[in-house]
């Protein structure tokens, strides 16, 4: 029997997953077969019930990934929410376990994971001065990101101050105080960061990066970081890239993470729920996930 797989979303035809997914289990040696679903908030809960119904007829279902809008909605959909997803109301990955004849669906966050991992390896071990860009359930998981990177405090900068819930709930759950403050005029807060985190759609921060680009002219390397150039900004949209506000950034000398990275570490921390293998997961796992997507292979 070929087990299954998906990552779940809308749109969700530009999704890299299944290629990082198939990449994995591929080299595994491991017959799940990984694809893409488009799938609405409002048709969750029917698809939920489909998939449940399938997996108590054969067992064939081993996991979800779960991508925007569902990353809220899903916390309604499965039996439990463990970990960091828990406490967040945030989750992006469904397993599907085993318990005596009967299957449990139990969600995690392996946002956050890929995050601080993206983070860490671009040099960012600490942040004391951070901005996050978008206040959804990406967002969400960038709050306890930076809490595991030391963060006290964040300033998030959003489209439309009412509509950040979930940052908030997210600040309440791992203790870190954040401001929410309007989009526009961001771009000074966003220079002086020593990491910022955009989580906002693609092309939604192409604005905020002509303003960007103004504000790193005319300020001299004394109002930037210590270190006299921008900090390190992970951009989560991937398509297209190079996103206007990354180009903004690396040209002024900043570091910048494609959200490639983030979408590779999350999904590595999803192949190990998927294939019950755990910590037991071969390192040599990501390498191929890297190599399937065009992405650097990093020291781990």
Not at 186 to 198: E, M
Not at 217 to 239: E, I, K, R
Request: glycine share 8%; charged share 15%.
């Amino acid at each position: 029997m070929t087990l299954r797989a998906a990552v779940l979303g809308h749109p969700i035809s530009h999704s890299k997953s299944p290629a990082l997914h198939r990449a994995a289990y591929a080299h595994l040696g491991v017959d799940i077969a990984y694809s893409a679903i488009d799938v609405t908030e409002a048709a969750l809960p029917d698809f939920m019930r489909q998939v449940r119904a399938e997996a108590r007829a054969d067992g064939s279902w081993r996991g979800l990934s779960v991508t925007m809008p569902l990353k809220s909605a899903m916390v309604a959909e499965v039996d439990e929410a463990r970990g960091v997803g828990s406490a967040l109301g945030v989750v992006n990955t469904v397993a599907f376990e085993s318990e005596g004849e009967a299957t449990r669906l139990v969600a995690y966050n392996t946002d956050v994971t890929g995050i601080v991992n993206a983070l860490r390896y671009a040099g960012a071990a600490s942040a004391p001065n951070a901005v996050i860009l978008g206040g959804g359930g990406t967002a969400a998981a960038a709050v306890a990101a930076l809490k595991e990177l030391g963060a006290v405090s964040a300033e998030v900068f959003v489209r439309d101050v009412s509509r950040a819930a979930e940052a908030r709930a997210a600040s309440a759950a791992v203790g870190v105080p954040i401001r929410v403050l309007p989009l526009a005029g961001a771009a000074a807060a966003v220079a002086a960061a020593d990491v910022v985190i955009s989580t906002l759609p693609p092309r939604a921060a192409d604005a905020l990066a002509g303003e960007l680009a103004e504000e790193l002219a005319a300020h001299p390397s004394s109002a930037l970081p210590a270190h006299g150039s921008p900090g390190v900004l992970l951009d989560v949209a991937y398509d297209p890239w190079p996103s206007r506000i990354a180009a903004v950034w690396q040209e002024a000398g900043g570091t910048v993470v494609p959200g490639l990275e983030m979408l590779i570490y999350q999904a590595v921390e999803q192949v190990r729920h998927f294939t019950g293998l755990g910590e037991a997961l071969p390192a040599g796992v990501t390498d191929v996930m890297c190599d399937a997507v065009g992405a650097p292979r990093r020291v781990f």
